[in-house]
Protein backbone atom coordinates (compact mmCIF):
# COMPACT_ATOMS: atom_id res chain seq x y z
CA UNK A 1 0.00 0.00 0.00
CA UNK A 2 1.10 3.42 -1.07
CA UNK A 3 1.58 6.48 1.90
CA UNK A 4 -1.19 8.50 -0.56
CA UNK A 5 -3.64 5.17 0.03
CA UNK A 6 -2.33 4.87 3.65
CA UNK A 7 -3.13 8.24 4.84
CA UNK A 8 -6.18 7.83 3.03
CA UNK A 9 -7.63 4.99 4.57
CA UNK A 10 -6.23 6.12 8.22
CA UNK A 11 -9.25 7.11 10.35
CA UNK A 12 -7.02 9.06 12.99
CA UNK A 13 -6.41 12.00 10.74
CA UNK A 14 -9.70 13.27 9.26
CA UNK A 15 -9.52 15.50 6.76
CA UNK A 16 -10.95 18.87 7.73
CA UNK A 17 -11.78 21.74 4.75
CA UNK A 18 -11.24 25.21 5.45
CA UNK A 19 -15.09 25.87 5.21
CA UNK A 20 -15.97 22.84 7.81
CA UNK A 21 -12.88 24.38 10.01
CA UNK A 22 -14.59 27.95 9.64
CA UNK A 23 -18.08 26.74 10.46
CA UNK A 24 -17.28 24.56 13.50
CA UNK A 25 -15.32 27.66 15.38
CA UNK A 26 -18.11 30.08 14.14
CA UNK A 27 -20.70 27.79 15.84
CA UNK A 28 -18.55 27.45 18.87
CA UNK A 29 -18.09 31.28 19.48
CA UNK A 30 -21.97 31.52 18.38
CA UNK A 31 -22.62 29.26 21.58
CA UNK A 32 -20.09 31.32 23.69
CA UNK A 33 -21.60 34.16 23.08
CA UNK A 34 -24.85 33.17 23.83
CA UNK A 35 -24.04 31.62 26.95
CA UNK A 36 -22.52 34.58 27.93
CA UNK A 37 -25.77 36.83 27.20
CA UNK A 38 -28.20 34.57 29.25
CA UNK A 39 -25.41 33.66 32.10
CA UNK A 40 -25.49 37.97 32.15
CA UNK A 41 -29.22 38.29 31.66
CA UNK A 42 -29.84 35.87 34.91
CA UNK A 43 -26.75 38.50 37.25
CA UNK A 44 -28.79 41.01 36.33
CA UNK A 45 -32.08 39.73 36.61
CA UNK A 46 -30.55 39.14 40.24
CA UNK A 47 -29.75 42.54 41.03
CA UNK A 48 -32.98 44.21 39.87
CA UNK A 49 -35.29 45.08 42.70
CA UNK A 50 -39.08 44.39 42.58
CA UNK A 51 -40.05 47.75 41.71
CA UNK A 52 -43.46 46.94 44.13
CA UNK A 53 -41.53 46.49 47.04
CA UNK A 54 -41.67 49.05 49.17
CA UNK A 55 -38.23 50.33 50.15
CA UNK A 56 -37.51 53.09 53.49
CA UNK A 57 -36.03 56.25 52.96
CA UNK A 58 -35.13 59.16 54.97
CA UNK A 59 -35.20 62.37 53.03
CA UNK A 60 -33.64 65.97 54.20
CA UNK A 61 -36.22 68.23 52.42
CA UNK A 62 -35.91 71.95 53.36
CA UNK A 63 -34.03 70.85 56.82
CA UNK A 64 -36.80 68.72 58.11
CA UNK A 65 -36.25 65.41 57.96
CA UNK A 66 -38.83 62.51 56.21
CA UNK A 67 -38.87 58.64 57.02
CA UNK A 68 -40.75 57.32 54.59
CA UNK A 69 -41.94 53.99 52.54
CA UNK A 70 -41.28 54.03 49.18
CA UNK A 71 -41.41 52.21 45.76
CA UNK A 72 -37.93 52.45 44.44
CA UNK A 73 -39.37 53.22 41.16
CA UNK A 74 -41.05 56.06 42.32
CA UNK A 75 -39.48 59.66 40.58
CA UNK A 76 -38.96 62.10 43.99
CA UNK A 77 -41.08 63.94 42.54
CA UNK A 78 -44.13 62.16 42.74
CA UNK A 79 -43.06 62.14 46.73
CA UNK A 80 -42.65 65.54 46.96
CA UNK A 81 -46.32 65.92 45.52
CA UNK A 82 -48.09 63.17 46.57
CA UNK A 83 -47.16 62.17 49.76
CA UNK A 84 -45.52 65.47 51.25
CA UNK A 85 -47.94 68.06 49.49
CA UNK A 86 -44.89 70.20 48.80
CA UNK A 87 -46.73 71.34 45.28
CA UNK A 88 -44.45 74.09 44.72
CA UNK A 89 -42.32 71.36 42.13
CA UNK A 90 -44.83 71.08 38.94
CA UNK A 91 -45.07 68.19 36.84
CA UNK A 92 -44.30 69.24 33.44
CA UNK A 93 -43.68 66.66 30.87
CA UNK A 94 -42.45 63.94 32.97
CA UNK A 95 -39.43 63.39 31.02
CA UNK A 96 -36.55 66.06 31.63
CA UNK A 97 -37.76 68.39 28.63
CA UNK A 98 -39.13 71.54 30.40
CA UNK A 99 -37.55 72.09 33.86
CA UNK A 100 -40.54 72.76 35.62
CA UNK A 101 -40.03 70.22 38.51
CA UNK A 102 -36.67 71.72 39.05
CA UNK A 103 -35.58 71.51 42.79
CA UNK A 104 -32.09 71.68 44.20
CA UNK A 105 -30.20 68.55 45.73
CA UNK A 106 -26.86 69.71 47.73
CA UNK A 107 -27.29 73.38 45.59
CA UNK A 108 -27.59 71.62 42.29
CA UNK A 109 -30.64 71.79 40.12
CA UNK A 110 -31.90 68.35 38.95
CA UNK A 111 -34.95 67.39 37.60
CA UNK A 112 -37.20 65.85 40.10
CA UNK A 113 -39.10 64.05 37.60
CA UNK A 114 -35.77 61.83 36.25
CA UNK A 115 -34.38 61.55 39.98
CA UNK A 116 -35.79 58.68 41.66
CA UNK A 117 -36.23 58.86 46.00
CA UNK A 118 -34.11 56.51 47.03
CA UNK A 119 -31.68 58.17 44.88
CA UNK A 120 -32.02 61.30 47.06
CA UNK A 121 -31.48 59.51 50.59
CA UNK A 122 -28.24 61.42 52.34
CA UNK A 123 -28.89 64.42 50.27
CA UNK A 124 -30.11 68.22 50.74
CA UNK A 125 -33.22 68.94 49.09
CA UNK A 126 -34.70 72.04 48.39
CA UNK A 127 -37.68 72.59 47.06
CA UNK A 128 -39.22 76.30 46.17
CA UNK A 129 -41.36 76.08 49.75
CA UNK A 130 -37.44 75.81 51.11
CA UNK A 131 -36.71 79.10 49.57
CA UNK A 132 -39.30 81.08 52.03
CA UNK A 133 -38.57 83.00 55.05
CA UNK A 134 -42.24 82.02 56.86
CA UNK A 135 -44.52 83.36 55.09
CA UNK A 136 -41.87 85.79 53.04
CA UNK A 137 -40.56 85.41 49.51
CA UNK A 138 -37.32 84.71 48.90
CA UNK A 139 -34.60 87.29 47.44
CA UNK A 140 -34.75 85.38 44.17
CA UNK A 141 -38.54 85.42 44.58
CA UNK A 142 -38.84 88.98 45.19
CA UNK A 143 -36.67 89.58 41.95
CA UNK A 144 -39.34 87.22 39.89
CA UNK A 145 -42.23 89.31 41.34
CA UNK A 146 -40.27 92.96 40.83
CA UNK A 147 -39.67 92.34 36.83
CA UNK A 148 -42.65 90.43 36.46
CA UNK A 149 -40.46 87.43 34.83
CA UNK A 150 -43.71 85.44 34.05
CA UNK A 151 -46.69 85.03 32.73
CA UNK A 152 -48.70 82.07 33.01
CA UNK A 153 -46.70 80.96 35.63
CA UNK A 154 -46.58 77.48 35.04
CA UNK A 155 -42.70 77.55 34.51
CA UNK A 156 -41.82 80.26 37.19
CA UNK A 157 -41.22 77.42 39.98
CA UNK A 158 -38.59 75.68 38.13
CA UNK A 159 -37.37 79.10 36.83
CA UNK A 160 -36.49 80.36 40.01
CA UNK A 161 -34.85 77.01 41.29
CA UNK A 162 -32.85 77.19 38.16
CA UNK A 163 -31.54 80.65 39.24
CA UNK A 164 -31.41 79.80 42.67
CA UNK A 165 -29.29 77.29 42.21
CA UNK A 166 -27.24 79.33 39.75
CA UNK A 167 -26.61 82.32 42.23
CA UNK A 168 -25.33 79.62 44.98
CA UNK A 169 -22.26 78.69 42.61
CA UNK A 170 -22.04 81.95 40.86
CA UNK A 171 -23.08 84.78 43.29
CA UNK A 172 -22.17 87.22 40.20
CA UNK A 173 -22.97 85.48 37.13
CA UNK A 174 -22.53 87.62 33.76
CA UNK A 175 -25.62 87.42 31.30
CA UNK A 176 -24.17 84.70 29.78
CA UNK A 177 -23.99 82.36 32.42
CA UNK A 178 -27.49 83.24 33.20
CA UNK A 179 -28.58 82.72 29.89
CA UNK A 180 -26.97 79.15 30.46
CA UNK A 181 -28.07 78.70 33.92
CA UNK A 182 -31.62 78.90 32.72
CA UNK A 183 -31.61 76.77 29.17
CA UNK A 184 -33.00 73.99 31.04
CA UNK A 185 -35.72 75.41 31.69
CA UNK A 186 -38.66 76.20 29.09
CA UNK A 187 -40.38 79.17 29.15
CA UNK A 188 -43.70 78.69 26.77
CA UNK A 189 -44.81 82.22 27.23
CA UNK A 190 -41.47 83.81 26.12
CA UNK A 191 -40.82 85.36 29.17
CA UNK A 192 -37.01 84.81 28.94
CA UNK A 193 -35.62 88.62 28.72
CA UNK A 194 -37.83 89.30 32.66
CA UNK A 195 -36.27 85.97 33.95
CA UNK A 196 -32.71 87.14 33.02
CA UNK A 197 -33.57 90.55 34.28
CA UNK A 198 -34.89 89.01 37.71
CA UNK A 199 -31.56 86.72 37.90
CA UNK A 200 -29.46 89.87 37.87
CA UNK A 201 -31.42 91.66 40.11
CA UNK A 202 -31.45 88.92 42.59
CA UNK A 203 -27.67 88.48 42.25
CA UNK A 204 -27.40 92.53 42.92
CA UNK A 205 -29.27 92.26 46.16
CA UNK A 206 -27.36 89.34 47.18
CA UNK A 207 -24.49 91.63 46.21
CA UNK A 208 -25.83 94.61 48.80
CA UNK A 209 -26.28 91.95 51.47
CA UNK A 210 -29.92 91.61 50.60
CA UNK A 211 -29.83 87.81 51.39
Given at each position: ??????????????????????????VGAM?????????????????????????????????????????????LLYV????????????????????????????????????????????????????????????????????????????????????????????????????????????RCGA????????????????????
Open positions: MTEEKKEKNCSCRPEVSRRGFITTVSAVAVSGRVSAGHAAENQVMNPEEMARVNLNINGKSYRLLVEPRWPLREHLDLTGTKFGCGRGECGACTVLIDDVPRYACLTLAVEAEGCRITTLEGLMRGEDLGPVQQAFLAEDAYQCGYCTPGQIMAVEGLLRETPRPSMEEIRRGVSGNLCYVNIFRAAQKASDRRGQGGA
